[in-house]
C-alpha cells in the first residue's frame, strides 16, 4: 500500500486513547496520505489523549458532543475550512451506554440511560450524516462508516441496550446509505468488529471472559483494533465504490462459525 488515500480528507470520530480503534485508524490514514480533523467529546478532551495523536498526525482537534446538532455543525463547517475542502470520508467510533457502566442488567434498565444509549450510540450516526448532508458536505463517491458489533443480530446478555444501539445504527447506515447513495454516490457502511481491548469494550461486564470465547470460536481468532483501522482503509479508499448499505462483519470468521474443535475439546475436559 502506497499513499492509497492520497487527497482524500476526512473526520474521524472517537479517538481516546492508543487502544481506540479510531486511533489506529488515524494513524493509518495518515501514512497513507489522508488528512483528516480528529473530534472527540468535550469530556474527553480532558481524559484523552487526543492532542498527543493530533500532534503525530498533524491534524487539528475540534471538540463536539454527537448528540448536539449545535457542536456537529459547527464541526463540519470548520473541517471543510481546515482541511480545504468537502469531505472524502468519515468514521463514527462512538458508543457509550450508562446502563452498562452502571451494570445494571438489561432487564431493570433505566430509561431514561437507555434513551442516552441510544442517542450517544446510534441516533448520533444519523445526526452526523444529517449534518454532512445538509451542509453538502462530501465529496462524490465518498465512504461514511461506522462500527457494530454482532449484538444487533444475536442476543449477547451482557451487551444490555448496547445491542439496541447497534441494531438501529445498522438501520440506520442502510437508511441513510440510500439517500446518500442517490445525492452524490456516498456510500454507508457498518463494520461488525470482534471484542477489541479498548476503553469501551473491556467497561462491559465479563469482557475478558467472552473476547477469549470469540477468539476460540474464529477459525481466524480475533480481529485485532489494528487489522479494524486497515479494514477501514480499504472502505475509505477508491477499490470499494460500489459497496453500500452493509454491516460487513470483521470477525475472524465467527459470524459464521457453528463451533470449534477448540471450543468442542473444552466440553470435553
Ligand atoms: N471494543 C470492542 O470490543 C468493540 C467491538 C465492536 C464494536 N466496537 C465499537 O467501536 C467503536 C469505538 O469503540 P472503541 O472500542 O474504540 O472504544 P473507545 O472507548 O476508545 O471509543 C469510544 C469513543 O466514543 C466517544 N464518545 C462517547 N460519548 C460521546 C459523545 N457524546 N460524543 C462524541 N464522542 C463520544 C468516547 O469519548 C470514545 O472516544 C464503538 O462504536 C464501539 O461500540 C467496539
Redesign the pocket.
Known amino acids: 500500500m502506497n499513499n492509497l488515500l492520497a487527497n482524500k480528507r476526512g473526520i474521524i470520530?472517537?479517538?481516546?486513547?492508543e487502544?481506540?480503534?479510531?486511533?489506529k485508524v488515524a494513524e493509518k490514514v495518515h501514512e497513507q496520505g489522508g488528512t483528516f480533523v480528529l473530534t472527540?467529546?468535550p469530556i474527553?478532551m480532558r481524559m484523552?489523549k487526543i492532542n498527543e495523536l493530533a500532534e503525530k498526525c498533524g491534524a487539528q482537534v475540534i471538540p463536539?458532543?454527537?448528540?448536539s446538532m449545535e457542536d456537529l455543525e459547527n464541526l463540519v463547517t470548520q473541517a471543510q475550512e481546515i482541511l480545504g475542502g468537502k469531505l472524502d470520508f468519515v468514521l463514527h467510533?462512538?458508543?457509550?451506554s450508562p446502563n452498562v457502566r452502571k451494570n445494571k442488567a438489561y432487564t431493570d434498565l433505566n430509561h431514561d440511560w437507555f434513551s442516552k444509549t441510544l442517542d450517544?450510540?446510534a441516533m448520533?450516526f444519523h445526526r452526523v450524516m444529517q449534518t454532512l448532508y445538509k451542509q453538502d458536505a462530501m465529496n462524490d463517491w465518498g465512504s461514511i462508516l461506522?462500527?457494530?458489533?454482532i449484538a444487533a443480530q444475536e442476543a449477547y446478555p451482557f451487551y444490555c441496550d448496547?445491542a439496541d444501539a447497534?441494531a438501529t445504527l445498522e438501520s440506520i447506515a442502510r437508511s441513510f446509505g440510500y439517500h446518500y447513495g442517490v445525492k452524490n454516490k456516498t456510500r454507508v457502511n457498518t463494520i461488525?468488529?470482534?471484542?477489541?481491548?479498548?476503553?469501551?469494550?473491556s467497561g462491559i461486564a465479563g469482557f475478558d471472559k467472552f473476547f477469549d470465547f470469540a477468539d476460540e470460536m474464529s477459525p481466524l481468532g480475533n480481529a485485532s483494533?489494528e487489522a479494524c483501522a486497515d479494514y477501514c482503509l480499504t472502505l475509505f479508499s477508491d477499490l470499494t465504490k460500489f459497496v453500500t448499505m452493509q454491516n460487513l462483519f470483521h470477525d475472524g470468521g465467527y459470524s459464521t462459525t457453528g463451533i470449534t474443535s477448540q471450543v468442542m475439546e473444552k466440553w470435553g475436559e
Request: no cysteine.
Open positions: 470520530f472517537g479517538a481516546l486513547d487502544r481506540s480503534i479510531a486511533w472527540n467529546a474527553a484523552g463536539a458532543d454527537a448528540t467510533s462512538i458508543g457509550m450517544i450510540s448520533s461506522a462500527l457494530s458489533y448496547m447497534k461488525s468488529q470482534s471484542p477489541t481491548v479498548t476503553s469501551a469494550g483494533a
